[in-house]
Structures are given as structure tokens and as C-alpha cells.
Nanobody, 117 residues
Framework: QVQLVESGGGLVQPGGSLRLSCAAS????????MGWYRQVLGRQRELVAR???????DYANAVKGQFTISRDNAKNTVYLQMNNLKPEDTAVYYC???????????WGQGTQVTVSS
């Protein structure tokens, strides 16, 4: 079993910043890809950012230049630095990790980010 625990969400004003964290534990072996999705009520879950173990990254066009993903492989932890937050960034943010050599896909519990004045 692999567990992912998220933290860092909350209520912020437009223009503010948040840093999300997600730590994996359990029978991980090796984490290959790790990253973040977000979901607004009534809409499909969308990829925000992801990072492979080699450091390569992908970002949604909407957050390029605004969000930065990073990870600490030794701690099995991924972070999402979110700057200049806008109301349209309001969503539940879910982290994920996929593992090798025993293939698996795991999700965090979700953390609410609300951007409002």
C-alpha cells in the first residue's frame, strides 16, 4: 500500500501565494511520475503540473509562469508553488504518484484551494 498525504491548501486573496505539499509513504519502491491535478465542481479533473523522476516537467498552459512544481526524491515529496493566484485557480487539488517496478497509480486525498477577496 502507498499513501499520499497532501497539505497546504486554504483561502487566499487574489494575488496571493500558496505552497502545496504531498508526501508519499509505504511500499513505494520508486516513484516515476509525480504531480498535481485539479478539479472544479461539475468539471473534469485536469492536469496542472507533473514531474518525472529525471526532472522533466509538464504544465497546463493556464499556469505556465505562475505555478512551479518541484520534488524531493529522497523524501518522496512533491510540491506546487502557486503564485499570483486568481479566482479561476479555485479548485480541489489532488496529487498523484505512479510507482515502479511494481506498477501503481496513487492519489492524495485532495486539498481545497479557494481564491477570493
Amino acid at each position: 500500500q502507498v499513501q499520499l498525504v497532501e497539505s497546504g491548501g486554504g483561502l487566499v486573496q487574489p494575488g496571493g501565494s500558496l505552497r502545496l505539499s504531498c508526501a508519499a509513504s509505504g511500499n513505494i519502491f520508486i516513484i516515476n511520475g509525480m504531480g498535481w491535478y485539479r478539479q472544479v465542481l461539475g468539471r473534469q479533473r485536469e492536469l496542472v503540473a507533473r514531474m518525472m523522476r529525471d526532472g522533466s516537467t509538464d504544465y497546463a498552459n493556464a499556469v505556465k509562469g505562475q505555478f512551479t512544481i518541484s520534488r524531493d526524491n529522497a523524501k518522496n515529496t512533491v510540491y506546487l508553488q502557486m503564485n499570483n493566484l486568481k479566482p479561476e485557480d479555485t479548485a480541489v487539488y489532488y496529487c498523484y504518484a505512479d510507482t515502479i517496478p511494481r506498477p501503481g497509480l496513487y492519489w492524495g486525498q485532495g486539498t481545497q484551494v479557494t481564491v477570493s477577496s
